[in-house]
């Protein structure tokens, strides 16, 4: 199968081609940026000898036609355009933005600034949360590609509120990305000399990532209230980490927890729960489409911390969208993305 | 005046010297190890031609006849036996260790697993949290040195928690620290493979610091429940970022929080309280005694989000010890530390 | 084919997992430490899910009897005399260590300080220097794998040293690695708070790599004199990078010396050499198995820079080492080794 | 005595300000940017409570009038300018620039791509580097301050090259800077994601300290040739290493070079030489004006091994601009300068 890739010179770009490149069954068929012409090899030079291409522009008409699926690793705004050009075209769309996530389009334009995608295409957009909307993923042909907090942080919660375990009120999530979550844009914030040996937070109950994570858990329990939610940016280059606080509403054992998420991902390959005692540390998913979560239940205040890291190029934005390319084409989900993490 | 520190090769012991060395009221006359003899640049090369003294021996009975302040920079369980040791001798003694903070014995035994030292002393023993227990450590004689991490969160809680805003229960913690917090005892959490490019928690729920933290909020509120406190491990150096939830009990602007914790603070120079919309990095503090705290109330959920963050070598270690013996000999408090965060 | 790993626990033996367990023809069939019984994820936690043998004790009658290839990842003195147990069996061995390769015995005592194996084993083993020995590595049994730093330092060398176009005396060889080159030990050195934002020499003139690098040049052309070779700890986890400084004996342009790069390595698909103006950094080739090569002649003093860059755990230990294992048995050398960097 | 700093928002600048602050002679007029009227806490948030100066627009009138020494933290083409600007005022400059410290018109023209300034005012310009132009220093009005690079290298080379020692060919600089030696200004180099776990070699034998270093040197033995000069980039934020190779004349020990520096810096209060065996790390001088130089002399192949550490921007920039300033105008040179090494 013919796969073609747009916004290929950012980093979700590149780590669709770390991937594509020795996928099973999709091939690169073109990549494309407004910097046509351009071999891929001037922006990434670690592709030498491996994979050449050069851009080319962006012709919905001529990718639809040449190629089966296409991957928009563009930023928001110029996603939900795309889309719209692809949407009556014969051609699978998986969209890493979140551009198609929101299905409130007031909400979106509250949180994204931007116009919001006509309701046709956003209702066909089906949410790729892979390990739980698996059905309708496989029956879909445009992909809202979930963002990379709210994949780490919706497989860490998913468990306690669809199971009504977790007090509607109180979930409280402070989490931690590297940075090249931010992409490739220059700013001060992401430079080396600012962010070495710092640790800084940032969109304090502000993030974009705030209606999806609610959209999604209201759809598992619609009782839920507004979240807490922290954004911090550590000094590495990839992972994410969710620490989460939840209210039980019943006495449980940590052993009872973990054995629920255990059953709960027993046939997810790609979630990974740990043992009573064991939190995982992000290193421990870097490269691999992993998702890991540890857990404790605090008797002293009845109170659950939920562990939840990813890397956040791989199952927060690539890994995750190839995985969903995988179900959308019956194929094994785990084609293409055996990525052992690399340690140390 | 003449001081003496026990315990300087260590991370704390050296941060000593170099507050120390250029005091202008405080001398040091001598340091000391139970590596005697060596000169103190085989440890810190980086002391040469500045400080070259050689260790001595720990003879409490020697060292208070010659010296008028004691520094214990030692771990915890030595630092119990050292302050027995100097208790009845003519010498002030500021402890950086965990040794004389919990009041509680019983409660120190469970969380330090050490025998406790006897309640005379403890009771003797001092807080140091300088910029709350002012007036009684002016007139003490032993100073119990808060611990790194309840040194930004307790900064960052009193005045909300002694102002009576915060709900009793729902006191959430997220701590982060630099890995020189962990001291220069090699492990593999501390091995540079390991921690780089990392992030890891740790001791969930049952950090030592937990008694600590919660004997002082409820010193300042006794109705505080148990609270959650997480801590996890930054890939830096140096310095904490505590981030805290607390739930209101009123609905207040984030404003108003602010201009509560500017006028608190008013007169304390070494807590800086960030402008509405603004958050401290860690940076910002890197190297200095400051204690840095941003505030925001998200009107959603009705909650408080309280950033603080220091450097855990000195607001957190020595730099506050020496703040404390300052104090206590009425010296200006900012005697020796007029250090300016070393940026970038 | 069936292989074994002895030393399972190391950088190197958990690299070698990480390529093995996707590898098209070998399989792993028994990993091996001196901690037998452990599951190897209770040392590696992210091979959760993906690989969970327990380790065995080292006993090489039977693996010799069950495995077809041994990879001993043992440290220098440990693999000699493992090589010693095998030589007499019918297994193929590819040790990772300094043991075997320097022929001379009164040299290796010299800089390595332990009793060097017999005469008989170090005239068997073939230097696995992939892009440069391979026919004496296919018909070889005992493979001495290259050291990390000579790896990179050679095949910079090779194309000017071979060519006869360096003089014999002034190669200087300034040489910098990550950590983990280290391996797992504890030491100050590789502390965290030690290294971060750190930068060290060690080993000036002293490295045990350097006689290696001698006896191979001195293979190439033995008039070559004493080399100078200084190596320094990077602030990361993986890479090395070693700048050479060469007189060249003819008056050369950059693009002619790159043409002969590029013409020698033309067929050897991990090795890349960098067009005109253009130098490899580390994380090109992160993860994998390449080397990197750029060049640029100065004619202000007609001395020649060559930078090479690899990955020390890859192509400078496991991966290098599955290259060779790939050859002895007459597979493509590539197998198991489409690692593409991973970047950033 | 009153001081102005231009281009205070700098990292330089910022660095001007963290010694300027606390020196017991200089105070702070003045601060002065293109962006006038911004708070300089707008951009340096570390400062607040300490230094909340305005920046004010540059008037060099106004400035000379007010101010008895201006420091020019301003970039190359802007330095230059404003030296010719406050040539003819009764105020001392010292500038931070590359713009006055290459006396030779074409050839600062040829590395600069500037115009250079007039031959008066660069024969007016002493070059600042303090232990070895100190009598010049001491009568001069402007400061041409040393690069970063160049002060490592001059200090580690000067008394070999100054002592006829070394061979006029043959010198080998292999140099490695923190990122914060580029500055402020945003680049794909400098990002953080690029530079994390990263090391890059660039400008290879183009850097523009070349001249400026060869200058030097010839000044000191006009026979010397042309260097071979690598710069790298480190992932650390401050300090530089360069590991210098000289071929030596005659035949001497280790233990005779040492004592030869140790001599020749004996009153050098900046100056360090490590004892036989020991190297500098640049933690050991970071935060601090301190250069440390460790030295070995290899027998096998005649050459002498220098490493010379520095913090870029203290020593290599504000640290040296201050000492300068000082030793200008009488004062101690160590006024201001008393930082003790942050370590770790």
Not at 259 to 280: A, D
Request: charged share 25%; with cysteine; net charge negative.
């Amino acid at each position: 199968m013919k796969v073609a890739v747009i916004g290929t010179t950012g980093y979700g770009g590149g780590e669709l081609i770390r991937i594509l490149h020795n996928h099973p069954i999709f091939q690169i068929h073109s990549i494309h940026s407004t910097r046509d012409e351009m071999p891929i090899t001037e922006e990434f030079p670690h592709l030498e000898d491996i994979f050449e291409d050069s851009l080319k522009k962006v012709d919905p008409k001529v990718i639809a036609e040449e190629a089966d699926v296409v991957f928009l690793a563009t930023p928001s705004g110029v996603s939900g355009k795309l889309a719209e050009a692809f949407y009556d075209k014969d051609i699978q769309v998986v969209d890493l933005s979140g551009d198609l996530r929101i299905k409130n389009q007031e909400e979106y334009q509250y949180w994204y600034k931007h116009d919001p995608v006509n309701t046709e295409i956003l209702t066909s957009a089906v949410y790729g949360l892979s390990e739980w909307n698996r059905e309708e993923i496989k029956k879909a042909n445009i992909i809202a590609n979930p963002g990379c907090y709210p994949t780490a942080v919706l497989l860490g919660l998913a468990p306690v509120v669809k199971g009504n375990l977790s007090e509607s009120t109180g979930i409280i999530i402070d989490a931690k990305s590297g940075v090249s979550g931010a992409g490739k844009t220059l700013s001060k914030a992401n430079a080396f000399a600012e962010m070495n040996d710092n640790f800084r937070i940032y969109k304090v109950n502000q993030h974009q990532h705030i209606p999806e994570i609610e959209q999604q858990l209201r759809f598992w329990d619609d009782s839920i209230s507004p979240i807490t939610f922290s954004t911090h940016l550590l000094p590495i280059t990839r992972g994410i980490m969710a620490t989460m606080y939840v209210e039980l509403k019943e006495d449980l054992d940590t052993s009872q927890i973990i054995e629920l998420y255990q059953e709960t991902y027993v046939n997810h390959p790609f979630v990974r729960v740990r043992k009573e005692g064991r939190f995982p540390s992000i290193k421990e998913v870097a490269g691999s489409n992993y998702c890991d979560i540890g857990l404790q239940v605090d008797k002293r205040t009845g109170r659950l911390t939920i562990v939840s890291v990813i890397d956040n190029l791989m199952k927060g934005a690539a890994g995750q969208a190839v995985q969903n390319a995988n179900l959308m084409n019956g194929i094994d989900e785990k084609a293409g993305l055996n990525f052992i993490p690399i340690y140390p």
